[in-house]
């Protein structure tokens, strides 16, 4: 069985104090690594590390060109080792290999080569730097620059470790930073690799330093730790709120992209064949564990019964199964406490009065696994806790509306804002729609086609600030007022008499 260690400073190094724990395959429930687990003094060290690649200058004194440059080897080397980091995505977090090879990888070489590319074109050159003349209060000349910001943390979760590494690297290095790391501590091993790609690319050591380690220890100290200026988090609200917390003793700068409980809207005059399959991948993508899973589907009375039948009709085609296997389109859960708690929630939708009209519980034939059917919800009442809480596994609820402003208020009848969809042939009605719903991304006609050129990010208790674009990248950024005055004789300082007589 491989050994993984802390990638810290350009090299593998093992937690100081010589703990390891096994990362778990949740389609077999064996062991298939061992991976060194960091104590608060691994943090610190890896912080270390970060802050004296930034101050040193070897990464932020480069012109976007270089590291531009560096950032597409990056990526290319990414695919070079494709069925490498593949694996290690599918044997620690469940997922296919049918997505590891069609979403996790490309989606996380894309996002280096995405903003490798982007900070070598004008448009970044403007952003770093604007220019105004003034004659109010006094002549001037004033440069607005964008500048890194030092030490960047990341803490990503377990159910897209790659994605949300390169989600968390790129921009951070793009824009002349120093990073850490911290994967979750059950699906570690695809960030490692990428900490080891990166510096063989030639990213300088210390520039991208990746840690494995339990939240309460790992996390919090790169959440208090003084030098780490900027935290990026995704996982949780209520992890979320408690790394604001944390960050706010030093004042960091702190984004957020948390829990979800998106609606999924589909209007009467919308194509029912294609609405009805967009539905199950919109919910039961990756088991049902995306933020912005479609998890409320807000269906109009007059089309529900031929909806309904169309969606079921669909859940034929899911075929669950060994995670190896090309044709298999849905694993297990992540953990035996995560379908656990998809239990949990199905038992509430029973008790609560939600009809189960598919799935609803784990599936024959599967010795080992944490593996839970597709199940479905139907004649929901919003205000049942299937519909209100997050439950990331594959659990929808179907929910009746009678015309539009029902289902618009039912749609933002929720703590969450993070994503949605509208289904209709009438695309212009359906922005119209869409701009009602107080969600940070909302997809007409589709589900899940995060655009790395956009902005990524919630409303109201999913989140503070956004990921993806230029929008953030600019969140790496420190912005910086140089006002440019005359050289004059002091007789041009008419407002130093506010002081002098």
Same mark, same amino acid.
């Given at each position: 069985?491989?050994?993984?260690?802390?990638? =810290?400073?350009?090299?593998?190094?093992?937690?100081?104090?010589?703990?390891?724990?096994?990362? !778990?395959?949740?389609?077999?429930?064996?062991?298939?690594?061992?991976?060194?687990?960091?104590?608060?003094?691994?943090?610190?060290?890896?912080?270390?590390?970060?802050?004296?690649?930034?101050?040193?200058?070897?990464?932020?004194?480069?012109?976007?060109?270089?590291?531009?440059?560096?950032?597409?080897?990056?990526?290319?080397?990414?695919?070079?080792?494709?069925?490498?980091?593949?694996?290690?995505?599918?044997?620690?977090?469940?997922?296919?290999?049918?997505?590891?090879?069609?979403? #996790?990888?490309?989606?996380?070489?894309?996002?280096?080569?995405?903003?490798?590319?982007?900070?070598?074109?004008?448009?970044?050159? /403007?952003?770093?730097?604007?220019?105004?003349?003034?004659?109010?209060? !006094?002549?001037?000349?004033?440069?607005?620059?964008?500048?890194?910001?030092?030490?960047?943390?990341?803490?990503?979760?377990?159910?897209?470790?790659?994605?949300?590494?390169?989600?968390?690297?790129?921009?951070?290095?793009?824009?002349?930073?120093?990073?850490?790391?911290?994967?979750?501590?059950?699906?570690?091993?695809?960030?490692?690799?990428?900490?080891?790609?990166?510096?063989?690319?030639?990213?300088?050591?210390?520039?991208?330093?990746?840690?494995?380690?339990?939240?309460?220890?790992?996390?919090?100290?790169?959440?208090?730790?003084?030098?780490?200026?900027?935290?990026?988090?995704?996982?949780?609200?209520?992890?979320?709120?408690?790394?604001? &917390?944390?960050?706010?003793?030093?004042?960091?700068?702190?984004?957020?992209?948390?829990?979800?409980?998106?609606?999924? =809207?589909?209007?009467?005059?919308?194509?029912?064949?294609?609405?009805?399959?967009?539905?199950?991948?919109?919910?039961?993508?990756?088991?049902? &564990?995306?933020?912005?899973?479609?998890?409320?589907?807000?269906?109009?009375?007059?089309?529900? #019964?031929?909806?309904?039948?169309?969606?079921?009709?669909?859940?034929?085609? =899911?075929?669950?199964?060994?995670?190896?296997?090309?044709?298999?389109?849905?694993?297990?859960?992540?953990?035996?406490?995560?379908?656990?708690?998809?239990?949990?929630?199905?038992?509430?939708?029973?008790?609560?009065?939600?009809?189960?009209?598919?799935?609803?519980?784990?599936?024959?034939?599967?010795?080992?696994?944490?593996?839970?059917?597709?199940?479905?919800?139907?004649?929901?009442?919003?205000?049942?806790?299937?519909?209100?809480?997050? !439950?990331?596994?594959?659990?929808?609820?179907?929910?009746?509306?009678?015309?539009?402003?029902?289902?618009?208020?039912?749609?933002?009848?929720?703590?969450?804002?993070?994503?949605?969809?509208?289904?209709?042939?009438?695309?212009?009605?359906?922005?119209?729609?869409?701009?009602?719903? #107080? /969600?940070?991304?909302?997809?007409?006609?589709?589900?899940?086609? !995060?655009?790395?050129?956009?902005?990524?990010?919630?409303?109201?208790?999913?989140?503070?600030?956004?990921?993806?674009?230029?929008?953030?990248?600019?969140?790496?950024?420190?912005?910086?007022?140089?006002?440019?005055?005359?050289?004059?004789?002091?007789?041009?300082?008419?407002?130093?008499?506010?002081?002098?007589?």
């Amino acid at each position: 069985m491989k050994d993984y260690g802390l990638f =810290i400073n350009g090299q593998w190094e093992s937690a100081k104090g010589g703990k390891t724990a096994p990362s !778990i395959n949740p389609a077999t429930e064996e062991a298939w690594c061992n991976v060194a687990v960091a104590d608060r003094e691994d943090v610190r060290k890896a912080v270390a590390a970060a802050k004296a690649a930034h101050d040193s200058g070897v990464w932020r004194n480069k012109s976007p060109q270089e590291r531009g440059e560096i950032m597409q080897r990056v990526a290319a080397a990414m695919f070079e080792r494709q069925d490498e980091l593949a694996a290690a995505e599918v044997q620690d977090g469940g997922g296919t290999m049918r997505k590891a090879m069609s979403m #996790d990888v490309p989606g996380a070489a894309q996002t280096f080569f995405h903003f490798g590319t982007y900070i070598t074109g004008d448009e970044y050159k /403007t952003m770093l730097q604007e220019e105004y003349d003034e004659v109010v209060p !006094i002549p001037s000349r004033n440069l607005v620059v964008r500048e890194p910001i030092g030490v960047c943390a990341g803490i990503t979760p377990w159910n897209f470790p790659m994605i949300m590494g390169a989600w968390k690297i790129a921009p951070a290095i793009a824009a002349g930073n120093c990073v850490v790391i911290k994967p979750a501590s059950v699906t570690p091993v695809s960030t490692l690799l990428l900490g080891e790609i990166c510096t063989q690319a030639g990213v300088p050591a210390g520039v991208v330093n990746v840690i494995s380690g339990p939240g309460g220890a790992a996390g919090e100290e790169l959440a208090t730790h003084p030098d780490v200026s900027k935290v990026a988090f995704t996982g949780s609200t209520e992890v979320g709120r408690r790394v604001m &917390q944390l960050g706010a003793g030093t004042l960091k700068k702190v984004t957020l992209e948390l829990g979800g409980k998106s609606p999924n =809207i589909i209007l009467p005059d919308a194509n029912l064949d294609t609405a009805a399959l967009g539905s199950l991948f919109a919910t039961f993508m990756h088991q049902g &564990q995306i933020c912005e899973s479609g998890t409320r589907i807000l269906v109009h009375e007059k089309i529900h #019964d031929e909806f309904m039948e169309k969606l079921l009709a669909g859940m034929g085609r =899911i075929k669950i199964g060994d995670t190896m296997d090309p044709t298999v389109g849905m694993g297990p859960l992540v953990s035996a406490s995560q379908r656990e708690t998809v239990e949990k929630y199905v038992g509430l939708g029973h008790e609560q009065g939600a009809r189960c009209v598919a799935g609803g519980k784990r599936p024959d034939g599967f010795a080992k696994g944490y593996y839970y059917e597709p199940t479905v919800f139907d004649d929901v009442d919003n205000k049942m806790r299937i519909a209100q809480e997050e !439950i990331f596994g594959p659990v929808v609820s179907v929910i009746r509306y009678k015309d539009e402003e029902e289902a618009i208020r039912i749609a933002n009848d929720s703590v969450y804002g993070l994503g949605g969809a509208v289904w209709s042939e009438n695309t212009d009605h359906a922005v119209a729609v869409a701009r009602r719903i #107080d /969600t940070g991304t909302v997809w007409i006609n589709d589900y899940h086609m !995060i655009n790395l050129r956009f902005p990524f990010g919630g409303y109201k208790q999913s989140g503070v600030g956004r990921e993806l674009g230029k929008w953030g990248l600019a969140e790496y950024h420190e912005v910086k007022h140089i006002h440019v005055g005359q050289s004059t004789p002091p007789e041009g300082k008419f407002y130093f008499q506010m002081l002098l007589n």
